[in-house]
């Protein structure tokens, strides 16, 4: 049955690409600085990090995409929560690249050594870096000129602001680019959803003040434009499925209510194993500090469990609190159950 709301679903999903960004100017500028001088054999070693849901792979899969039809550089996009191993990354660039793969399978020399007969330059985008199984996967990938004969530059996209310290210690020296991506205001909001409104939706089927509430929940969830995207198009799903002809307000307001209980679950999926027994362990805990958290994840390594608490409030999927109590003022956390 054809839709009398929805248009163009395409526009909604996270792999669809604007043909114009908006309000992501000046990080567009940078970074496409960034590759203009590894396009003439400079190195090529960028971190983009912000809060999820601020462009920051859009950005660069935009940016990557003229890039490569421009300079002729191959340029290819991995999710470090899909693999995150040397050996997966680079069969995935392989398979990327169009290099066929024995079945028996080979390992990451045997495949370098492939790609190297069909490029000797190129770009990896790697999101979610964060979830690397390998510390020094990206001091590899910096040296690789050196080390391999193969020329490759990064582009790691990360939710975590001190994402370089849980990498190799000799990588932060190699950065070229650090990126930071902040949150959209209200009203940049507005006008990305705006424009996917007009995009996706048929005409008259949604209003300035329809706009105007799906962004603002998501300005409360640190400018998660993401959010904002999903919550439009659940609303007009609502307001499809009772046969209306535009949405309204009620409908947004019970998407919100299905988004919000779907958050926190949807989110564990995306976790590691590890860092899954971290927040249950936190959950089932009234306000523990870090040493609690580490006497209860034993045997694991106390700095581990300091690095996946460190990561899981990089993600916003716990908080942190200063408390006053008698011995003083310590830090507890808790699970971020708006988010």
Same mark, same amino acid.
């Given at each position: 049955?054809?839709?009398?709301?929805?248009?163009?679903s395409e526009?909604f999903?996270?792999s669809?690409?604007?043909s114009?960004i908006?309000?992501?100017?000046?990080e567009i500028?940078?970074l496409?600085?960034?590759?203009?001088m590894?396009?003439?054999?400079?190195?090529?070693?960028?971190?983009?990090?912000g809060?999820?849901?601020t462009?920051?792979?859009?950005?660069?899969?935009y940016?990557?995409?003229?890039?490569?039809?421009y300079?002729?550089?191959?340029?290819?996009?991995v999710?470090s929560?899909?693999?995150?191993?040397?050996?997966?990354?680079l069969?995935?660039?392989?398979?990327?690249?169009?290099i066929?793969?024995?079945?028996?399978?080979?390992?990451?020399?045997?495949i370098?050594?492939?790609?190297?007969?069909?490029?000797?330059?190129l770009?990896i985008?790697?999101?979610? &870096?964060d979830?690397? /199984?390998?510390k020094? =996967?990206?001091? +590899?990938?910096?040296?690789?000129?050196?080390?391999i004969? @193969? $020329?490759?530059?990064?582009?790691?996209?990360?939710?975590?602001?001190?994402?370089l310290?849980?990498?190799d210690?000799?990588l932060? &020296?190699?950065?070229? /680019?650090?990126?930071? =991506?902040?949150p +959209?205001?209200?009203?940049?909001?507005?006008?990305?959803? @705006? $424009?996917?409104?007009?995009?996706?939706?048929m005409p008259g089927t949604?209003?300035?003040?329809?706009i105007?509430k799906?962004?603002?929940?998501a300005?409360?969830?640190?400018?998660?434009v993401?959010?904002a995207i999903?919550?439009?198009?659940?609303?007009?799903?609502?307001a499809d499925?009772?046969g209306?002809?535009?949405?309204?307000l009620?409908?947004?307001?019970?998407?919100?209510?299905?988004l919000?209980?779907?958050?926190?679950?949807?989110?564990?999926?995306?976790?590691?194993?590890d860092?899954?027994?971290?927040?249950e362990?936190?959950?089932?805990?009234?306000?523990?500090?870090?040493s609690?958290?580490?006497?209860?994840m034993?045997?694991?390594?106390?700095?581990?469990?300091?690095?996946h608490?460190?990561?899981?409030?990089?993600?916003?999927?716990?908080?942190?609190?200063?408390?006053?109590?008698?011995?003083?003022?310590?830090?507890?956390?808790?699970?971020?159950?708006?988010?």
């Amino acid at each position: 049955m054809e839709s009398s709301i929805l248009r163009n679903s395409e526009v909604f999903e996270d792999s669809y690409l604007p043909s114009d960004i908006l309000h992501r100017e000046k990080e567009i500028k940078d970074l496409s600085s960034e590759l203009e001088m590894f396009s003439r054999s400079y190195p090529l070693r960028a971190v983009v990090y912000g809060p999820p849901g601020t462009g920051k792979t859009t950005v660069a899969k935009y940016i990557m995409q003229s890039f490569s039809n421009y300079h002729g550089i191959k340029s290819i996009y991995v999710n470090s929560l899909l693999s995150n191993s040397k050996l997966s990354i680079l069969s995935g660039v392989a398979d990327s690249l169009g290099i066929m793969m024995p079945r028996r399978g080979i390992g990451s020399d045997e495949i370098i050594s492939r790609i190297k007969e069909k490029e000797k330059r190129l770009v990896i985008i790697i999101d979610e &870096a964060d979830s690397l /199984k390998e510390k020094d =996967f990206l001091y +590899y990938i910096a040296k690789s000129k050196e080390t391999i004969g @193969l $020329e490759m530059g990064f582009v790691a996209i990360t939710n975590v602001p001190g994402f370089l310290s849980l990498t190799d210690a000799r990588l932060p &020296a190699l950065i070229t /680019k650090r990126m930071e =991506f902040k949150p +959209y205001s209200p009203s940049e909001i507005r006008d990305i959803i @705006l $424009e996917r409104a007009k995009k996706g939706l048929m005409p008259g089927t949604f209003n300035e003040e329809i706009i105007g509430k799906i962004a603002g929940f998501a300005a409360r969830h640190l400018g998660n434009v993401r959010l904002a995207i999903y919550l439009l198009l659940l609303s007009a799903k609502k307001a499809d499925r009772d046969g209306k002809n535009a949405i309204s307000l009620e409908d947004v307001d019970r998407a919100k209510e299905d988004l919000v209980s779907s958050m926190l679950s949807k989110t564990i999926t995306k976790l590691s194993e590890d860092e899954k027994k971290v927040m249950e362990s936190i959950e089932s805990m009234s306000f523990p500090t870090s040493s609690d958290i580490e006497k209860r994840m034993e045997p694991m390594a106390s700095r581990t469990v300091r690095d996946h608490i460190k990561t899981l409030i990089g993600k916003e999927y716990i908080l942190s609190d200063d408390i006053m109590t008698k011995e003083g003022k310590k830090r507890v956390f808790r699970v971020n159950y708006k988010f």
